[in-house]
């Protein structure tokens, strides 16, 4: 399952899945982006499937897994990507800008790996949730953001305390400047040039979770951190 399958890091996670033959649950919001992404890993994915609801709509979350668990034995990888960001100062910020990016960022993951877990012990699974260096160091502007990132941190670093005992394998994926439509839209409102090529590709963000999904079951990758290796101009 890839959640914010429908464009950027989501998208490019679901095309190398699909290159070595998954199944593939693609998430999202945006139906129409979601069957071009659906139209393009169909004929490499052994199946594939689009599930078009609001994450953040609890009852939603419920009615897809309630379905999923009829006509799925086993969950054996739940890959989080979907996220949403708000900048500004605190001074700036409303409280409801807050709430909307916890949440996407933070309730709804959350909501969603709690309602899968028997599926993904089942399976054996793995959780990756893709997360970001405001997890880890929070800059000015960003507080709420960075926020949820922190918060996202901490779940992942306590379910994955909870879980390996049942075989699931949990990886956090902190991601710098990644050249998605979040990230050009970030740049307009900083007011910056939009250089693609100089931040990290969603491609390269792939290669690396679906290496890491692939080891062996003597090894577990907890953590990745990940930055543009070229600087800004």
């Known amino acids: 399952m890839v959640t914010g399958a429908s464009s950027g890091v989501g998208r490019a ?7 070595q033959g998954a199944m593939l649950l693609l998430l ?10 659906a139209g393009e890993v169909r004929h490499k994915a052994r199946v594939v499937e ?5 994450l953040t709509v609890r009852e939603d979350i ?3 897994v309630g379905a999923v668990t009829k006509t799925q034995g086993r969950v054996d990888a739940l890959i989080h990507s979907a996220g ?6 605190l001074e700036s910020s ?6 909307w990016q916890l949440n996407t960022n933070v309730i709804a993951p959350y909501a969603l790996t709690r309602a899968l877990l028997p599926l993904l012990k089942s399976g054996k699974g793995q959780v990756v949730c893709i997360n970001s260096t405001a997890g880890i160091q ?8 960075a926020a949820t990132k922190h ?7 306590s379910l994955r305390q909870e879980v390996n005992a049942d075989s699931v394998r949990v990886l956090s994926v902190f991601l710098g400047r990644t050249a998605t439509p979040m990230q050009q839209a970030i740049h307009a409102q900083e007011g910056k040039p939009y250089h693609s090529e100089r931040l990290i590709q969603p491609e390269d963000v792939a290669a690396v979770v679906v290496n890491a999904l692939s080891l062996p079951r003597t090894a577990e990758v907890t953590e990745i951190h990940m930055r543009p290796f070229l600087k800004p101009l």
Do not use: M
């Open 62 to 64: 419920q009615k897809f």
């Open 50 to 54: 689009i599930h078009n609801f609001d």
């Open 94 to 99: 409303p409280v409801e800008d807050l709430e």
């Open 84 to 89: 949403v960001i708000a900048l500004g100062t």
């Open 13 to 19: 996670i679901a095309l190398e899945l699909a290159r």
């Open 28 to 37: 999202g919001r945006k139906r129409v982006a979601l069957e071009t992404v």
């Open 151 to 157: 918060a996202l941190r901490a779940f992942t670093n």
């Open 138 to 145: 929070a800059d000015a502007g960003v507080a709420q953001y």
